[in-house]
């Protein structure tokens, strides 16, 4: 049966979630929403129910924390809570009956990137693990992970950062660009020791959109044939030309009516032509 961290929720049954629950985390604008856009075609091409749910999107909280948000006076505890309303919610709404109903859920962030948050904002770890303690352990964790130098370029060429994504409200006389570097430094920081503690499946996100496509096309497919991830070769910070050119399962097995749809919803965001930035995770 799945389990929590800790506790189950007041009323949520945790039989028969025969559902996978998938995982991807990574920071501020480093390709999860450009994932997921293919990732999902993808495993709907294959007949597969896919919920995909991320940050803000509760009915709960989500219209509120944005709202919250476009002022500056929010506190970190306040902050903090609101997100885990939000993920509560989502959990006990969207995620829990997906996964009874036998679906994949997609979930882009989890509750790692806001214990991440929290962690820097200075709170205390125990009560941070304590507030998330109700949460399912996901069948898998796929962190995007990045150096700040890589990021930089990729969010600064892209939609840009805002208020929070460079903490400001943790260094608020600071230039925002400097305050951006620090904050993620710190952030990337909080998320490889998560990934150590919570056994991520580390991808390299500084390869390309492809390179990065390929990785959890493969890991997924461990996931949904029921094969411990463990027994594969681990995704590798640094990449190898052999890797690269490793097929997928899903390139050997796609036969020619297949295609369609998902081929050209991958065309499109493998050109940019797709909107990477909707489906906001924030
Ligand atoms: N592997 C990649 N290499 C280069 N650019 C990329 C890569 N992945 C995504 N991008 C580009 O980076 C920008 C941010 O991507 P995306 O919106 O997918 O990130 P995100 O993690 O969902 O961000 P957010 O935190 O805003 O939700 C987009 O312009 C996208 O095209
Ligand atoms: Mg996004």
Redesign the pocket.
């Known amino acids: 049966m799945r389990e929590t961290y800790g506790v189950v929720l007041p009323g949520m049954s945790l039989g028969d979630l025969t559902g996978k629950l998938i995982v991807v985390e990574?920071?501020?604008?480093?390709?999860?929403?450009?994932?997921?856009?293919l990732l999902k075609p993808w495993l709907e091409q294959q007949g597969r129910a896919v919920l995909d749910t991320?940050m803000t999107r509760s009915e709960l909280a989500g219209k509120a924390i944005k709202q919250a948000k476009e002022g500056h006076t929010l506190g970190r505890i306040t902050l903090s809570l609101f997100y885990a309303t939000d993920f509560a919610d989502r959990l006990e709404k969207q995620m829990v009956p997906a996964l009874r109903a036998g679906f994949v859920v997609l979930t882009?962030r989890y509750i790692y990137s806001l214990m991440a948050r929290a962690l820097v904002r200075g709170l205390d770890p125990k009560w941070v693990r304590n507030v998330y303690s109700f949460a399912l352990k996901p069948d898998v964790v796929f962190y995007?992970r990045i150096g700040v130098e890589d990021l930089i370029p990729?969010?600064v060429?892209?939609?840009g950062f805002d208020y929070w994504?460079s903490g400001m409200d943790l260094h608020p006389s600071e230039d925002m660009y400097d305050s951006f570097v620090k904050y993620q430094t710190a952030l990337l920081a909080q998320f490889d020791k998560l990934a150590e503690e919570y056994k991520f499946e580390v991808i390299d996100?500084?390869?390309?959109?492809k390179?990065?496509f390929a990785r959890l096309k493969a890991g997924i497919s461990q996931v949904l044939a029921g094969e411990p991830l463990a027994a594969a070769p681990r995704p590798r910070l640094v990449s190898s030309p052999q890797e690269e050119a490793r097929p997928t399962p899903d390139d050997s097995d796609r036969t020619a009516s297949q295609s369609s749809s998902a081929d050209r919803a991958e065309e499109q965001v493998l050109q940019?032509a797709g909107k990477?930035?909707e489906?906001?995770?924030?």
């Open positions: 990574g920071t501020d604008g480093v390709g999860r929403s450009t994932q997921i856009n991320g882009d995007l990729r969010v060429f892209s939609r994504e996100a500084s390869a390309d959109i390179t990065i940019g990477p930035g489906g906001s995770s924030r």
